[in-house]
Nanobody, 114 residues
Framework: VQLVESGGGMVQPGGSLRLSCAAS????????MSWARQAPGKKPEWVSR????????AYADSVKGRFTISRDNAKNTLYLQMSSLKPGDTALYYC????????RGQGTQVTVSS
């Protein structure tokens, strides 16, 4: 099983980024997926989840209205579109399975700073 995130970087407050998570080694199209993040010195925080066919999503209050989770089952890829970014969004973002066996990726760093 592999989950490989990409798309992180440094962005100014108010900016946008799109994270991707390439999945392999399991049946992605049958698996619910999540994004989570962890800032230095803080506990991991769940960000968003999406069910296997993409018809249902959920968001943490801290990102609701600013982040959008989506997936392309034909490409075995999960996405997180982030907009109106704030310094408080700075963290290591990682994708993880949200059904069946638990797997997570190594993460991609997002830094929001002026």
């Amino acid at each position: 099983v592999q989950l490989v995130e990409s798309g992180g970087g440094m962005v100014q407050p108010g900016g946008s980024l799109r994270l991707s998570c390439a999945a392999s080694g399991f049946t992605f199209s049958s698996t619910d997926m999540s994004w989570a993040r962890q800032a230095p010195g803080k506990k991991p925080e769940w960000v968003s989840r999406i069910n296997s066919d993409g018809s249902r999503t959920a968001y943490a209050d801290s990102v609701k209205g600013r982040f959008t989770i989506s997936r392309d089952n034909a490409k075995n890829t999960l996405y997180l579109q982030m907009s109106s970014l704030k310094p408080g969004d700075t963290a290591l973002y990682y994708c993880a399975t949200d059904s069946g066996n638990y797997y997570r990726g190594q993460g991609t760093q997002v830094t929001v700073s002026s």
